[in-house]
């Protein structure tokens, strides 16, 4: 199985240089940039983590169609591809309803502008280079791998028809199998080769030995996935609407120094692998044997993020035992 992180780019440019580095000489598959308009800049985070990474693939994403046309999305990346061929991912998405209404756009019928989204930026990358009346003059160098970001069923059933790959939302850590088994129902009914398609679950993690630390440093990020909840998933896990309300409100003000306030530990353990390197391991460990093709370790990582980088990578090699093999 392959193991990747994702680096929220909130970090200073430099800084966020010296984490890819660092990860490129550890084991981990793909880093991930999560993508949010309060952060900087993913395609030049991206392009100064190509510029210190030899080895590892860089994963743009979650890019939505409502914010970034399929058309800047595949010059992204093909323009990436000039400084890293054949290690770019792209991940696209739904992107968060409410985020969306802060910024005055409303998320209308987001499966079919994931699908068209995907159609296009695979037209676009592919040897054509063109949709249409629209196209790119220049070409991606080497394959781009494009994921599709899912947490309801829908956009599950999508991601496994039409995508290279699934990125399952950490919301559903609560109860991973169900996603599993919709993405895999879908491919057998579609007759999708299995090999084709990569599914791998995005968890939140933060690990330090103060488990205290660990879980007041996720909580931020735990609230922002708690706000992007379902009706359906908020009311099956009977979460409290005036919480929520609380939360969506500090979420939109980046309250983030304030936020673990309000976030209940009940939703770090549901949400989030947050605790101790001991703790951190046992809960990998039982994700590891879902079945998954890769595991994202999502930020923040821990209290400190370079020392958390190497933990991770020192759990991930004794769950994986001598097998496990650098970026594979």
Known sequence: MRYSIEIPPKDPIWRLQIYAHLADTLSYHTIW????????????????MCMVTKRARIGLGIMNPYIYHPVSMAQMAAS???????RVSIGIGAGDRNILDSLG??????????RWAVRTVRELLS????????GLDFKAWGQT????????????????ELGDGALINTSWLPNPKRPLD??????????RRRAEFSIELEALVSVHEDPEKARKTVKPYVGV????????MVEELRISEGILKEIRSMVRARMWLEIHRVVPDEAVELFSIAGTPSYVRSRLEEVSSLGLDGLVLGGPLGPTPRKAMILLDEIIKEISGSSYAQGV
Request: avoid cysteine.
């Open 33 to 48: 940039l999560s993508d949010h308009y309060y952060n900087r800049n993913i395609a030049v985070a991206a392009t100064a």
């Open 80 to 86: 990436l591809s000039e400084m890293a061929p054949g």
């Open 105 to 114: 756009i409303a998320q209308e019928r987001p499966i079919e502008k994931v």
């Open 127 to 134: 040897d054509k280079g063109h949709s249409g009346a629209i």
């Open 145 to 160: 791998q494009i994921y599709i970001a899912a947490q309801g069923p829908k956009m599950l059933r999508l991601a496994a």
């Open 182 to 191: 919709i993405i895999r129902k879908t491919l057998d009914e579609t007759g």
């Open 225 to 232: 996935v708690m706000q992007g909840l379902s009706p359906e």
